[in-house]
């Protein structure tokens, strides 16, 4: 961010910019009206006052799937992409109960600060002053200001006495782009090597990150919200209560990982059990099924199948109305006799490519349906699903 933006955002926090923002209204703003309100805005108000509550007011509408309090929250774009989410955040905070001082390393906006925050003191530390500021300025639209001290530097070198715990999230953007993939400011070694300074430490990182990097003894935690894997989280022995955990937001379910029996690949029953990511993501495909009572479809995918109907928030459910081998000429008569006008098609370690697949499809019909293409004791394999309905 440059510096001028910064200025003109923290101007916003005075008086004479949250008037400002008292004359944007709460809904999205047309083309037209922006236009007509900018006009009448920079007539009263700094342009570049103006253009910073523009877009706050857009970053406010992006962010409220994360947070509930997201139209009173104060926003940079770069530390809304790298925030957690409100329900993530909650998540992580309950495991550091015990701890009275909890130290957040890389603060950004605030996303864990805040509900760290909401049951012991934190030591928020950021080098960024404009994201500091925003930090505590988001902590006093929840309540919890009082309990923050903000420290404004590199956290390699933030004061650590008295902290019984320390939250880190390494910056993973620069300038607004997506690091290399591995790569975070401070590096993950640096986090990793925290512990032994505080013995208890959870770090937060990329979903991607290379499982034979966490360290013996520590937990590696797979987030993802929605059906969408969003992050790791890597937990130092005294926080660990796992080797491997997937873990499924909004319903905040957990999976860990625990020995047992190999679990047999069969043809497909009634149902159909697609993994949520960060079942996949962890490892924990056998884990799912042993708790289904399921089988795998094929040895190296991760699909399952039972024969009664499953309840579970680890994994999409689908009844099976037919099976067969990969074939389009086969598929595509299966699906016009049963008159499929619109399909979802989901691929599941198969290598066809699906927009081909629905221009050659030619389908006509009112009903829907799901195709799953996959592999079935290796053979290249089509089911075609429906959702199950909800009584």
Same mark, same amino acid.
């Given at each position: 961010?440059?510096?001028?933006?910064?200025?003109?955002?923290?101007?916003?926090?005075?008086?004479?910019?949250?008037?400002?923002?008292?004359?944007?209204?709460?809904?999205?703003?047309?083309?037209?009206?922006?236009?007509?309100?900018?006009?009448?805005?920079?007539?009263?108000?700094?342009?570049?006052?103006?253009?910073?509550?523009?877009?706050?007011?857009?970053?406010?509408?992006?962010?409220?799937?994360?947070?509930?309090?997201?139209?009173?929250?104060?926003?940079?774009?770069?530390? #809304? *992409?790298? &925030?957690?989410?409100?329900? $993530?955040? !909650?998540?992580? /905070? +309950?495991?550091?109960? =015990?701890?009275?001082? @909890?130290?957040?390393?890389?603060?950004?906006?605030?996303?864990?600060?805040?509900?760290?925050?909401?049951?012991?003191?934190?030591?928020?530390?950021?080098?960024?002053?404009?994201?500091?500021?925003?930090?505590?300025?988001?902590?006093?639209?929840?309540?919890?200001?009082?309990?923050?001290?903000?420290?404004?530097?590199?956290?390699?070198?933030?004061?650590?006495?008295?902290?019984?715990?320390?939250?880190?999230?390494?910056?993973?953007?620069?300038?607004?782009?997506?690091?290399?993939?591995?790569?975070?400011?401070?590096?993950?070694?640096?986090? #990793? *090597?925290? &512990?032994?300074?505080?013995? $208890?430490? !959870?770090?937060? /990182? +990329?979903?991607?990150? =290379?499982?034979?990097? @966490?360290?013996?003894?520590?937990?590696?935690?797979?987030?993802?919200?929605?059906?969408?894997?969003?992050?790791?989280?890597?937990?130092?022995?005294?926080?660990?209560?796992?080797?491997?955990?997937?873990?499924?937001?909004?319903?905040?379910?957990?999976?860990?990982?625990?020995?047992?029996?190999?679990?047999?690949?069969?043809?497909?029953?009634?149902?159909?059990?697609?993994?949520?990511?960060?079942?996949?993501?962890?490892?924990?495909?056998?884990?799912?099924?042993?708790?289904?009572?399921?089988?795998?479809?094929?040895?190296?995918?991760?699909? #399952?199948?039972? &024969?009664?109907?499953?309840?579970?928030?680890?994994?999409?459910?689908?009844?099976?109305?037919?099976?067969?081998?990969?074939?389009?000429?086969?598929?595509?008569?299966?699906?016009?006799?049963?008159?499929?006008?619109?399909?979802?098609?989901?691929?599941?370690?198969?290598?066809?490519?699906?927009?081909?697949?629905?221009?050659?499809?030619?389908?006509?019909?009112?009903?829907?349906?799901?195709?799953?293409?996959?592999?079935?004791?290796?053979?290249?394999?089509?089911?075609?699903?429906?959702?199950?309905?909800?009584?």
């Amino acid at each position: 961010m440059a510096p001028a933006e910064g200025a003109a955002l923290c101007a916003l926090l005075e008086p004479s910019g949250r008037e400002l923002l008292e004359r944007l209204p709460d809904g999205p703003l047309e083309a037209a009206r922006a236009l007509a309100l900018g006009a009448e805005l920079r007539a009263a108000y700094p342009a570049e006052l103006v253009a910073a509550a523009f877009t706050l007011h857009e970053l406010r509408r992006h962010a409220a799937g994360k947070f509930a309090l997201a139209g009173r929250m104060w926003f940079t774009r770069e530390g #809304l *992409e790298q &925030a957690s989410s409100q329900r $993530a955040a !909650a998540h992580r /905070a +309950a495991r550091f109960g =015990p701890f009275e001082v @909890v130290a957040d390393l890389c603060t950004g906006i605030g996303g864990d600060l805040l509900a760290l925050a909401a049951g012991r003191a934190v030591v928020a530390v950021d080098r960024d002053p404009v994201h500091l500021r925003l930090a505590l300025a988001n902590a006093e639209v929840h309540g919890v200001a009082g309990r923050v001290r903000p420290v404004g530097g590199d956290v390699r070198e933030a004061p650590l006495e008295g902290v019984g715990a320390v939250f880190v999230d390494p910056a993973r953007r620069a300038r607004g782009r997506r690091l290399p993939a591995g790569v975070s400011e401070p590096p993950l070694d640096w986090c #990793l *090597e925290l &512990a032994r300074r505080v013995a $208890a430490v !959870a770090v937060k /990182a +990329a979903p991607g990150l =290379p499982l034979g990097r @966490v360290p013996a003894g520590w937990e590696v935690e797979l987030v993802s919200e929605g059906r969408e894997l969003k992050e790791a989280v890597l937990w130092s022995p005294p926080l660990a209560t796992a080797g491997r955990r997937a873990t499924v937001l909004p319903a905040g379910r957990t999976l860990v990982a625990a020995p047992g029996p190999p679990v047999r690949c069969g043809p497909p029953d009634a149902w159909l059990v697609d993994p949520d990511p960060a079942v996949t993501r962890a490892g924990l495909v056998e884990e799912l099924a042993r708790a289904l009572g399921a089988w795998k479809l094929d040895q190296r995918g991760a699909l #399952l199948s039972c &024969a009664d109907r499953p309840e579970t928030p680890f994994g999409r459910t689908l009844r099976v109305e037919a099976s067969l081998p990969w074939q389009l000429k086969r598929l595509r008569a299966l699906l016009r006799a049963r008159g499929v006008g619109a399909v979802d098609v989901r691929k599941r370690g198969s290598a066809v490519d699906v927009e081909e697949l629905r221009r050659r499809l030619r389908l006509r019909g009112d009903a829907r349906a799901t195709v799953v293409l996959t592999r079935l004791a290796g053979r290249p394999w089509a089911l075609v699903c429906s959702d199950p309905v909800r009584v």
